[in-house]
């Protein structure tokens, strides 16, 4: 007996299952208000310098730049000297005594004077968020086989709750920073958790279904993080509305099972009996768990316990042949994602649309985008679907360097698609991660490759500095990963329509099956194309 057919004999999709997916997508709704949250609360409007505080406001005037609006980072010297020639240049100095804003949001951007010498401290911030769900890629993936999935979800709602109020109260950017990076750690477990939960409790066929339910989550979550950030201007209540939700989510999560697969492999078969009796009886099959006993799981699922007593640790990942070509192939598909994606997300400001509205937009793409990948999931597989929206999405940022900047449509209806096509990705590359690693590797596996997509997330802020030197190098850079990732996809095996591997044998068996599948056509091929010779006189060819 495997874990597939256990899961059958109590109900593989029944009441139980659509109840677990609903508690594992309410928090999703909220993980995009936290990634994408500086959009709205780090916003940078129109600003110049204050005036002198011995200025009089009809003397005074602002600086004027070649496009006729005011300068931002420097204001004439005041008093003037007026025995200056005409035509003569007057001084200037930096902006001494802060700026002012035209703008009713309130911000850190304008509560911290984060512009101009201090631009780049806002990008910082939310670099330094992706650190945080980079560390937590790592370190809660190692937790997880240890303690349990659940265990570190439940703990990461509290964290992100906590840390994320806390953050609301920042009364400096260093602090506000440090509650940020935990918030992304706490992401990092939500995301993983998340993921391994509804994949290992759900049948081989609705595994997509149930995964881009999740994703439709993250894209409910845009429209409301718009909605929310029209009618709360102020970044500390924004803030705090966000994170406060998350403690309601940790009460719902003790709900949440365990993963069936990692008790019985830990040895916890009495607490694995308990959990399927449960979801027997939810699923209107009591009779069926009541049949169950601990003597039978340990002898049905023998195989699977003694080889799970083999320890990997994340050196595996590149020590085994087989689990070296998925890691190396997934991250750079996971890098690719995470630095194209938030290129264009987190760039709202720079086409030159309302934010608010162009935020729908962007979360409304989701929808056709994610109804597409699930379609193409379930008919084309895993492997092409990942590749092809790479793919896709790195011509669409590339056909960007060609538009010109005063065509706004254009622009922005590129960036859509491209934003879509990542979108798509996303959805893609959660499902086909958690259903490449086996379970006795799995978390350490979808962690570490998670990981990669924080860090190009990390690195896609920084590398908008270099459209300093010219403005078309960040989109060559980001569209140029994105064709690269998708290239790297198409070294994968594909999963469609298989069970879950449990162990490293199961996923060796997979990519042996697939050579032979590939094999037995260019052996037919190779047959057929044997010349006939001739037949002898008054034979029949027969």
């Known amino acids: 007996m495997t874990f597939v057919e256990l899961l059958d004999r109590v109900g593989s999709m029944g009441p139980f299952q659509y109840l677990h997916v609903t508690l594992l997508a309410l928090p999703i709704f909220g993980m995009a208000n936290h990634n994408l949250l500086q959009i709205f609360t780090a916003t940078t409007p129109a600003h110049h310098c204050r005036p002198p505080p011995n200025a009089s406001i009809g003397s005074w005037t602002p600086l004027m730049g070649p496009t006729g609006k005011p300068e931002?980072?420097?204001?004439?010297?005041?008093?003037?000297?007026?025995?200056?020639?005409?035509?003569?240049?007057?001084?200037?100095?930096?902006?001494?005594?802060?700026?002012?804003?035209?703008?009713?949001?309130?911000?850190?951007?304008?509560?911290?004077?984060?512009?101009?010498?201090?631009?780049?401290?806002?990008?910082?911030?939310?670099?330094?968020?992706?650190?945080?769900?980079?560390?937590?890629?790592?370190?809660?993936?190692?937790?997880?086989?240890?303690?349990?999935?659940?265990?570190?979800?439940?703990?990461?709602?509290?964290?992100?709750?906590?840390?994320?109020?806390?953050?609301?109260?920042?009364?400096?950017?260093?602090?506000?920073?440090?509650?940020?990076?935990?918030?992304?750690?706490?992401?990092?477990?939500?995301?993983?958790?998340?993921?391994?939960?509804?994949?290992?409790?759900?049948?081989?066929?609705?595994?997509a279904i149930s995964s881009t339910v999740l994703g439709y989550s993250y894209t409910t979550g845009q429209f409301l993080l718009a909605g929310l950030a029209y009618a709360i201007p102020q970044w500390r209540w924004l803030q705090l509305a966000v994170s406060l939700p998350f403690f309601v989510f940790s009460l719902l999560s003790w709900w949440i099972p365990e993963s069936l697969r990692w008790m019985v492999l830990s040895g916890k078969f009495s607490e694995a009996l308990r959990t399927l009796q449960r979801v027997a009886a939810f699923n209107g099959k009591k009779e069926e768990g009541d049949k169950l006993s601990v003597e039978e799981l340990k002898f049905k699922l023998q195989r699977d316990i003694s080889l799970a007593k083999a320890k990997y640790r994340p050196t595996d990942l590149l020590r085994i042949p087989i689990l070296r070509r998925v890691t190396l192939c997934l991250s750079l598909a996971w890098f690719s994602t995470g630095f194209a994606y938030y290129s264009l997300a987190m760039g709202v400001e720079e086409f030159g649309v309302n934010i608010y509205i162009l935020q729908v937009i962007f979360g409304g793409v989701d929808i056709p985008a994610k109804l597409v990948t699930i379609v193409s999931l379930s008919y084309l597989g895993r492997r092409v679907t990942q590749a092809w929206v790479l793919i896709l999405a790195g011509f669409t940022i590339l056909a960007l360097i060609f538009v010109p900047a005063d065509l706004h449509i254009l622009r922005t209806a590129l960036a859509v698609f491209g934003k879509g096509c990542l979108s798509g990705s996303f959805s893609c590359i959660f499902l086909y991660t958690s259903e490449l690693y086996p379970t006795v590797i799995r978390p350490t596996g979808v962690g570490i490759s998670n990981m990669w997509a924080r860090v190009g997330s990390m690195v896609a802020p920084l590398v908008k500095i270099t459209g300093q030197v010219q403005p078309f190098i960040p989109n060559i850079i980001y569209g140029t990963m994105a064709l690269l990732g998708g290239s790297a996809a198409f070294f994968l095996p594909e999963t469609l329509n298989r069970p879950l591997p449990d162990h490293i044998e199961d996923l060796q068996t997979w990519c042996k099956k697939a050579k032979e599948t590939q094999l037995e056509p260019e052996a037919e091929k190779g047959s057929q194309s044997v010349p006939l010779k001739a037949c002898g006189s008054g034979l029949d060819p027969s």
Not at 86 to 98: S, V
């Open 72 to 207: 931002h980072c420097i204001r004439l010297v005041y008093p003037s000297n007026t025995s200056l020639l005409n035509g003569t240049q007057r001084a200037t100095e930096p902006c001494l005594d802060g700026w002012v804003y035209s703008s009713i949001r309130d911000t850190i951007v304008t509560e911290w004077d984060l512009v101009c010498d201090s631009s780049n401290l806002k990008e910082m911030a939310q670099s330094v968020y992706m650190a945080g769900i980079l560390i937590g890629g790592i370190v809660l993936g190692e937790l997880s086989d240890r303690f349990g999935r659940k265990p570190i979800l439940t703990s990461s709602y509290i964290l992100l709750a906590a840390s994320g109020s806390g953050a609301a109260f920042s009364p400096g950017l260093p602090v506000y920073v440090v509650f940020r990076f935990l918030c992304g750690i706490s992401i990092s477990g939500i995301t993983q958790s998340t993921t391994i939960l509804n994949v290992e409790w759900v049948p081989t066929h609705m595994r």
